[in-house]
Nanobody, 126 residues
Framework: QVQLVESGGGLVQAGDSLRLSCKPSRDRVNLFAMGWFRQAPGNEREFVAGIAWTGGGTAYADSVKGRFTISRDSSENTLFLQMNSLKSEDTAVYYC???????????????????WGQGTQVTVSS
C-alpha cells in the first residue's frame, strides 16, 4: 500500500491562488497515474485533474479547466495542483490519488485509483 501525504490547503479569498502538494511515502511519483479529487459536504467525491503514468498527458474537470494545473516533479517526487482564480464553489476537501493502472491516458474515474491520501481542506471565502 502506498501512503500519499497531501499538504497546502487553507483558507483563502475568492480570486486567490493555492498550490497543493502530494508526496508518496515510498515509491516514485512517476510510477503511477495520479489525480486530484475533491469532496464538498453533502456531495460525492468528484474528479478534478489527472496526469497519465507516462507522456505527461493531463485531463481536467470542466469546472476547473483554465484555472487549475496538475503537474509532477520527479526530482522532488511530488505531485502538485496549482489552483488559480479560486471561487467559493471550489471549497472542498481535496484528495490525492494514485493508480496502479499504467494507462497512457489520464484516469478520470475514482474507481480506478488504488491509493488515496487523507485529504486537505481548501476553503474559499467570497
Amino acid at each position: 500500500q502506498v501512503q500519499l501525504v497531501e499538504s497546502g490547503g487553507g483558507l483563502v479569498q475568492a480570486g486567490d491562488s493555492l498550490r497543493l502538494s502530494c508526496k508518496p511515502s515510498r515509491d516514485r511519483v512517476n510510477l503511477f497515474a495520479m489525480g486530484w479529487f475533491r469532496q464538498a459536504p453533502g456531495n460525492e467525491r468528484e474528479f478534478v485533474a489527472g496526469i497519465a503514468w507516462t507522456g505527461g498527458g493531463t485531463a481536467y474537470a470542466d469546472s476547473v479547466k483554465g484555472r487549475f494545473t496538475i503537474s509532477r516533479d520527479s526530482s522532488e517526487n511530488t505531485l502538485f495542483l496549482q489552483m488559480n482564480s479560486l471561487k467559493s464553489e471550489d471549497t472542498a476537501v481535496y484528495y490525492c490519488a494514485a493508480s496502479n493502472d499504467r494507462h497512457s491516458l489520464p484516469i478520470t474515474s475514482l474507481h480506478r485509483y488504488d491509493h488515496w491520501g487523507q485529504g486537505t481542506q481548501v476553503t474559499v471565502s467570497s
